[in-house]
Nanobody, 122 residues
Framework: VQLQASGGGLVQAGGSLRLSCAAS????????MGWFRQAPGKEREFVAA????????YYADSVKGRFTISRDNAKNTVYLQMNSLKPEDTAVYYC????????????????WGQGTLVTVSS
């Protein structure tokens, strides 16, 4: 599975962005998907994950109520809608795929996209 993340950019605090992650391959619907982020000088951290069917979603406490993860298996794409953005959301955002159950642990994911930069100005 190859993953291509897009949609990052510069936005003011309080604004919104939608990230997309397009996957290659016909087995996309077999994978749970996750979004992680890494700010400068910090560890990569879990943001959100979604089951292969889209029926279950999981969020980090820091983004709960502001971010929404979704997927369209017909388009081989997973999305991260980010609302009410804060300067502390500034990071490179990565999408990742895991065969099996969605996880909040980066090391358990099988495939990673290249990352897309989100910058939130105050």
């Amino acid at each position: 599975v190859q993953l291509q993340a897009s949609g990052g950019g510069l936005v003011q605090a309080g604004g919104s962005l939608r990230l997309s992650c397009a996957a290659s391959g016909r087995t996309f619907s077999s994978y749970a998907m996750g979004w992680f982020r890494q700010a400068p000088g910090k560890e990569r951290e879990f943001v959100a994950a979604i089951s292969w069917s889209g029926g279950s979603t999981y969020y980090a406490d820091s983004v709960k109520g502001r971010f929404t993860i979704s997927r369209d298996n017909a388009k081989n794409t997973v999305y991260l809608q980010m609302n009410s953005l804060k300067p502390e959301d500034t990071a490179v955002y990565y999408c990742a795929a895991i065969m099996g159950v969605a996880s909040g642990v980066a090391g358990e994911y099988d495939y990673w996209g290249q990352g897309t930069l989100v910058t939130v100005s105050s």
